[in-house]
């Protein structure tokens, strides 16, 4: 699933892998293209991870998650 995050006209893309026994992955790609990848045991932890991180991203001023244009 992918997620999009907007401010100012930039962008941050969120996109939640799972794949069972090999866990679930959170990769996280900002407006200038870095990204970062966290691994998670259980879909519970990237669940929780998840609401976490919107909850930051709305506090930063960041609107979303919705799709993009």
Known sequence: MFYFFERGGEYIR????????A????????PGGSERTEIFR?????????????ERLVK???????GRD
């Open 60 to 66: 930063d001023g960041w609107w979303g998650p919705h």
């Open 14 to 21: 969120c996109e939640i892998n799972g794949s069972g026994d």
């Open 42 to 54: 259980s879909s519970e932890a990237v669940h929780e991870r998840w609401l976490d991180l919107q």
């Open 23 to 30: 866990g679930f992955t959170l990769i996280i790609t900002e």
